[in-house]
T-cell receptor
Framework: GAVVSQHPSWVICKSGTSVKIECRSL??????MFWYRQFPKQSLMLMAT?????????EQGVEKDKFLINHASLTLSTLTVTSAHPEDSSFYIC??????????FGQGTRLTVV | SQQGEEDPQALSIQEGENATMNCSYK?????LQWYRQNSGRGLVHLIL?????REKHSGRLRVTLDTSKKSSSLLITASRAADTASYFC???????????FGAGTRLFVKA
């Protein structure tokens, strides 16, 4: 299957700072990527849909000014958690795929805000 | 947003037994996928079943899909301790593009 790489795999940051997470499709072009968040012992919750060259579409309840998404190319989407707080500590996962087919997921990024 | 429910929420069985997990969803779908996730790790794709399929097999896995009931089941036969993980169903909504996950079932296989 196609490969989606996420970086970093884990990050610890201080409260109030911003953190950028990258999601890359290594062997295919992804016009659309998705960002999920997963709290401990919970399921993956879709945060936003990232479209290359246009603004992301955020799910209800997700603050677009706090979670900045940029999809500058067909192989790269970034999620920036701005002014991070301890409650933002979570597992963030991206995926890329095409409608009707398997979605390919990155390995996830564990964010810890101290 | 979450598509639907999975049951049971947790399942504990002995090695060698079969494990069955169920998933229900709310909207019409293009396909349904099952994933495994070991604690604190990424997702492992297990199987994809399309909306026009009723049953699919992959090794010790058997997936069924009933679109009239908006439900799916995952059967793991002859379970092993290494099957201990959380299992999620995920649906691609018809006319949409995003994958929505169910709540998940935590499976524990005792050796």
């Amino acid at each position: 299957g196609a490969v989606v790489s996420q970086h970093p795999s884990w990050v610890i940051c201080k409260s109030g700072t911003s953190v950028k997470i990258e999601c890359r499709s290594l062997d295919f072009q992804a016009t659309t990527m998705f960002w999920y968040r997963q709290f401990p012992k919970q399921s993956l919750m879709l945060m936003a849909t990232s479209n290359e060259g246009s603004k992301a579409t955020y799910e209800q309840g997700v603050e677009k000014d706090k979670f900045l998404i940029n999809h500058a190319s067909l192989t790269l989407s970034t999620l920036t958690v701005t002014s991070a707080h301890p409650e933002d500590s979570s597992f963030y996962i991206c995926s890329a795929g095409t409608s009707g087919d398997e979605a390919f997921f990155g390995q996830g990024t564990r964010l810890t805000v101290v | 947003s979450q598509q639907g429910e999975e049951d049971p929420q947790a399942l504990s069985i002995q090695e060698g037994e079969n494990a069955t997990m169920n998933c229900s969803y709310k909207t019409s779908i293009n396909n349904l996928q099952w994933y495994r996730q070991n604690s604190g790790r990424g997702l492992v794709h297990l199987i994809l079943i399309r909306s026009n399929e009723r049953e699919k097999h992959s090794g010790r896995l058997r997936v069924t899909l009933d679109t009239s009931k908006k439900s799916s089941s995952l059967l793991i036969t002859a379970s092993r301790a290494a099957d201990t993980a959380s299992y999620f169903c995920a649906t691609d909504e018809m006319g949409g593009f995003k994958t929505i996950f169910g709540a998940g079932t935590r499976l524990f296989v005792k050796a």
